[in-house]
């Protein structure tokens, strides 16, 4: 890492697809202006190795639940955890989440946008595709006191729309 003075795989892969990219416009490009070179000269060097995943970190399960029963922390706070803990949602699709998206009597929620914190508006999901997510059992009693507060309107976690988008896992 850094402090080795080596950088990391995935900046590697992200530098070399540059040139590769570059070389291969100058010698093959749709606007044959562009091509200013007969041959790719990147053609046949072995790219950086990828490097190991990087594992995932979720919290155990009786991590969770002291979370989600703390008084310490606020109440929407612990909300917006337990809904995160039973979705895996992303928190651009939570935070662009309607209650209208929340459907309780079919026990699914639709994920169909996300919230770009950059451009402060909303915009497609990560992957461009829209999904369903299941409601666990026990999410259900939250997210039906959830939407009988917010009178069914509006978003499901309006914490994030007063989240620091720099503190937000995105």
Same mark, same amino acid.
């Given at each position: 890492?850094?402090? *080795?003075?080596?950088?990391?795989?995935?900046?590697? #892969?992200?530098?070399?697809?540059?040139?590769?990219?570059?070389?291969?416009?100058?010698?093959?490009?749709?606007?044959?202006?562009? $091509?200013?070179?007969?041959?790719?000269?990147?053609?046949?060097? #072995?790219?950086?190795?990828?490097?190991?995943?990087?594992?995932?970190? /979720?919290? /155990?399960?009786?991590? +969770?639940?002291?979370?989600?029963?703390?008084?310490?922390?606020?109440?929407?706070?612990?909300?917006?955890?337990?809904?995160?803990?039973?979705?895996?949602?992303?928190?651009?699709?939570?935070?662009?989440? *309607?209650?209208? *998206?929340? *459907?309780?009597?079919?026990?699914?929620?639709?994920?169909?946008?996300?919230?770009? /914190?950059? +451009?402060?508006?909303?915009?497609?999901?990560?992957?461009?595709?829209? $999904?369903?997510?299941?409601?666990?059992?026990?999410?259900?009693?939250?997210?039906?006191?959830?939407?009988?507060? +917010?009178?069914?309107?509006?978003?499901?976690?309006?914490?994030?729309?007063?989240?620091?988008?720099?503190?937000? +896992?995105?």
């Amino acid at each position: 890492g850094p402090a *080795d003075g080596r950088i990391a795989p995935k900046t590697a #892969q992200n530098i070399w697809g540059e040139p590769t990219v570059s070389f291969g416009e100058a010698c093959s490009s749709k606007r044959r202006d562009l $091509r200013v070179i007969d041959a790719d000269p990147t053609n046949g060097v #072995q790219p950086p190795e990828r490097g190991a995943d990087k594992t995932k970190v /979720y919290p /155990y399960p009786s991590e +969770a639940l002291a979370v989600f029963a703390c008084e310490l922390v606020p109440l929407e706070w612990r909300e917006l955890h337990a809904i995160c803990a039973y979705t895996f949602a992303r928190p651009g699709e939570l935070h662009a989440l *309607d209650c209208t *998206d929340v *459907d309780l009597d079919d026990r699914k929620i639709r994920i169909t946008k996300a919230w770009d /914190y950059d +451009a402060g508006k909303l915009k497609p999901t990560k992957t461009h595709e829209s $999904r369903e997510i299941p409601i666990e059992p026990n999410l259900l009693p939250l997210l039906e006191r959830m939407r009988k507060r +917010a009178g069914g309107k509006g978003r499901v976690v309006p914490v994030l729309e007063k989240a620091n988008a720099n503190k937000v +896992a995105i």
